[in-house]
Each structure stands twice: as structure tokens, then as C-alpha cells.
């Protein structure tokens, strides 16, 4: 078993990195890789199947529905495929298209309909690379991507965003902190995950407080 976890796995790897090679600086391979390592790390202290969870983190992001015009399916569907093709068993693959499905923040108040600690332990590892010093690169990456400003000072974050308006939002970057990031800490599903969080979610005010310094001029 754990030479064909290790081709599946390898195989996965090689199919992630062809199907990303132009993916947005945020959402691409090395996102995945952080991802993936963060989740064998968290699973350490987790009674969970770790294939399931490594194709999980693999394959979270391999359609993207922010750049596949809001289809949240294409994702799993894209999943079944490939592991299909490794003839990898179904209850294995259902399992990784719920993670897919489930392990994005959506924003809004969404009612979770599958729930499992492989899904625990890749969210968290997915929401620890979107705080801290990471966090803050992809996010102004993605501003950048989506021709966002930067800060404005007029526009406040909005705190109460059903999952439409927060999937079609323009807002200033400096929002989306408030509006997810700083939100992230208290998401966590596991120990280690919580641990790591705080370190980077106090990295992430520590930021934010000198941003606001510089941007009135202060030094």
C-alpha cells in the first residue's frame, strides 16, 4: 500500500503541476505545495487517512471557480477524472471531491453539509496560507490581478457579505483583511492548525499597524 500512496500520490504531483503552470501567482503550484505540506504536518497529530488527505490538499485548488466563471463543480469533476485514471477507489474519490467542495471560505453565513477530519486538517493547512507574510503577498497579488486599489480610507470593510456579494467583490485589498483574513484564526479546526494561526494572524495586525503608520506618512 505504501509504494501504490506513493505512485498515486507522485502521479498527482506531476498532474497539479502541468494543470497550474499558468495559474495566478496566488493559486498556483507553490500554493498547492504549501498546502500539501502544511496538511502532512497537521495530519501528524490526527487520526485521519493520510492518502485522502494528501489528494485532498493536492487537488483543492485545481479549478478554482474565482477563475473558472464561479462553476464550483468543475473542481471536483476535474478530480474524479484524473483519479479515476489511477483507478483509485470511488469512496476515496467522493471523499476528495467533499474536501474540494467544502474547503473554501465562501463568506456569508453558509451551513456546512459535509464535515470530516481529512476535510479539518486540509482547510486548515488552505487557511494558513492565507495569513501571515504569505497571506499578505497572495492577497495584494490577487488585488493586483483583479485591478483592485489598494486602501481606501472611504470604503469600510463589510462585515455581514452573503456569499454572492462577497464572491463579487471590488473592494480596496486592505479590506479583504477584515473581511477574511483576520477572520481565519478562530476557523481553525485542529490544535496545530489554531497554534500556527496565532503566530501568523498577531504577524498579520503587526502589519497592518505600520501599513496605516506609512500610509499617513508617519515614521
Not at 505545495?33 to 502544511?38: G, N, Q, S
Not at 489528494?55 to 485548488?61: E, I, T
Amino acid at each position: 500500500m505504501n509504494n501504490d500512496h506513493s505512485q498515486i500520490v507522485n502521479r498527482t504531483v506531476e498532474y497539479v503541476k502541468e494543470t497550474l503552470s499558468d495559474a495566478e501567482g496566488g493559486h498556483d503550484w507553490w500554493h498547492i505545495y504549501r498546502v500539501w505540506k502544511l496538511s502532512k504536518h497537521i495530519a501528524e497529530n490526527e487520526n485521519v487517512n493520510i492518502l485522502i488527505v494528501e489528494l485532498g490538499a493536492l487537488l483543492h485548488d485545481i479549478a478554482d471557480s474565482k477563475f473558472n466563471d464561479g462553476d464550483e463543480e468543475i473542481g471536483p469533476l476535474k478530480a474524479r477524472e484524473f483519479l479515476t485514471s489511477l483507478k483509485v477507489t470511488e469512496e476515496i474519490i467522493q471523499h476528495v471531491e467533499n474536501i474540494i467542495r467544502h474547503i473554501s471560505f465562501k463568506g456569508g453565513h453558509n451551513i456546512t453539509e459535509f464535515s470530516s477530519l481529512e476535510l479539518d486538517v486540509v482547510q486548515d493547512a488552505d487557511r494558513l496560507d492565507a495569513i501571515g507574510a504569505i497571506g499578505i503577498a497572495r492577497t495584494f497579488n490577487y488585488g493586483g490581478f483583479k485591478e483592485r486599489s489598494i486602501y481606501d480610507p472611504n470604503i469600510k470593510p463589510n462585515l455581514n457579505m452573503t456569499k454572492e456579494e462577497y464572491k463579487n467583490s471590488t473592494a480596496p485589498t486592505i479590506n479583504h483583511f477584515y473581511e477574511k483574513l483576520l477572520l481565519l484564526k478562530d476557523k481553525m479546526n485542529t490544535e496545530s492548525g489554531k497554534k500556527i494561526a496565532e503566530h501568523r494572524h498577531t504577524f498579520m495586525q503587526q502589519y497592518l499597524d505600520e501599513f496605516y503608520k506609512e500610509w499617513e506618512g508617519e515614521f
